[in-house]
């Protein structure tokens, strides 16, 4: 079971000079993929326990596309276990103009992860 999410980043998202994203944005989206998950999983939202580990792999700025991919690894009792990538797939072209983007061959990992949520047993429904 996997969920995909794709999403635009916009002069909202933009935290820093330049228009830079902070890698938190990521991690939110995560959570967003990690809750649809547990939902088609459980029946139930559950909740983010931690993550084991988070790499930021390339910059992610206000205009850029992000397809946000997770699935669950592992199922315990009551922990799931994940795994994330996001994946920057369009990108803004303002050397061209102000409306021209171009859609990336090879779209671009700017963050992975991997992490634990947890669904209370009286919670589950499925």
């Known amino acids: 079971m996997k969920s995909v999410l794709k999403i635009r980043m916009s002069a ?11 890698g938190a944005r990521m991690l939110q989206l995560f959570g967003d993929v990690a ?3 547990l939902i088609m999983n459980d029946g139930d939202e559950g909740l983010f326990k931690a993550y084991d580990m988070v790499e ?5 700025f206000a205009g850029d596309y992000i397809e946000v991919e997770g699935s669950i690894t592992e199922q315990g009792n009551t ?5 994330f990538e996001a994946r920057k797939v369009i ?14 061959e090879t779209p671009i990992l700017v963050c992975r992860a991997s992490g634990t949520c947890v669904v209370p047993k009286d919670k589950q429904r499925k």
Request: aromatic residues 6%; negative net charge; contains cysteine.
């Open 12 to 22: 909202h998202d933009a935290h820093y000079g330049g228009g830079l994203v902070d």
């Open 35 to 37: 809750t649809e998950l």
């Open 56 to 60: 930021f792999m390339a910059p992610v």
């Open 79 to 83: 922990s799931r276990k994940m795994v």
């Open 91 to 104: 990108v803004p072209r303002t050397d061209i103009n102000d409306s021209a983007c171009d859609v990336l």
